[in-house]
Antibody, heavy 122, light 108 residues
Framework: QVQLVESGGGVVQPGRSLRLSCAAS????????MHWVRQAPGKGLEWVAI????????YYADSVKGRFTISRDNSKNTLYLQMTSLRTEDTAVYYC???????????????WGQGTLVTVSS | SYELTQPPSVSVSPGQTARITCSGD??????ACWYQQKPGQAPVLVIY???ERPSGIPERFSGSSSGTTVTLTISGVQAEDEADYYC???????????FGGGTKLTLL
């Protein structure tokens, strides 16, 4: 079955950087677009970024554009989110999610990881 | 920026029908989907392409669309359906994702 396991979260000071990883298994990772979605404590879901199945296309929410970079290594079945210039408002649980569409993304997320908590605080 | 609007809360008695709406100017042009999220858990896709149900989702969950509004309907609500529900769609160029603010479904 599909499994997505995030890692790399933790406590970081404002202005610093952090890299999240998402290890995928149970499906042909290289065939699907992948997303990052976050949820601040007690708040709703916020879409963060998408990367196409082959890594050729990447799109970001305005709130993270220019600070976050999504990438993937299809040989390692792993998705990444490099976060720089972190702000207190980036504090959230970060989920990776698999897109249903193949190969073009359709923006329906049929599998999610359990999330990793990022806390930005001095 | 593109926004989706949901009511913050909906209350229903067990066995009754719950309807949760989601409004957005782009919805006539783009499909929407719905997620269920229980406390401490990751979201689960319950409806996609406005009215398609993924395998494993009970038939009491259904979706519909009319103009700028999509609706999630839960028929014969059960205690296990108490959760937060989020609608989600994309912009017209299918590059940016957007979620509604979420609706807390409470059983009376």
């Amino acid at each position: 079955q599909v499994q997505l396991v995030e890692s790399g979260g933790g406590v970081v000071q404002p202005g610093r950087s952090l890299r999240l990883s998402c290890a995928a298994s149970g499906f042909t990772f290289s065939s699907y677009g992948m997303h990052w979605v976050r949820q601040a404590p007690g708040k709703g879901l916020e879409w963060v970024a998408i990367i196409s199945y082959d890594g050729s296309n990447k799109y970001y929410a305005d709130s993270v554009k220019g600070r976050f970079t999504i990438s993937r290594d299809n040989s390692k079945n792993t998705l990444y989110l490099q976060m720089t210039s972190l702000r207190t408002e980036d504090t959230a649980v970060y989920y990776c999610a698999k897109d249903m569409g193949v190969p073009a993304a359709e923006y329906y997320f049929d599998s999610w990881g359990q999330g990793t908590l990022v806390t930005v605080s001095s | 920026s593109y926004e989706l609007t949901q009511p913050p809360s909906v209350s229903v008695s067990p066995g009754q029908t719950a309807r949760i709406t989601c409004s957005g100017d782009g919805l006539p042009k783009q499909y929407a989907c719905w997620y269920q999220q229980k406390p401490g858990q990751a979201p689960v896709l319950v409806i996609y392409k406005d009215n398609e149900r993924p395998s494993g989702i009970p038939e009491r969950f259904s979706g519909s669309s009319s103009g700028t509004t999509v609706t999630l309907t839960i028929s014969g609500v059960q205690a296990e359906d108490e959760a937060d529900y989020y609608c989600q769609s994309s912009d017209s160029s299918v590059t940016i994702g957007v979620f509604g603010g979420g609706t807390k479904l409470t059983l009376l």
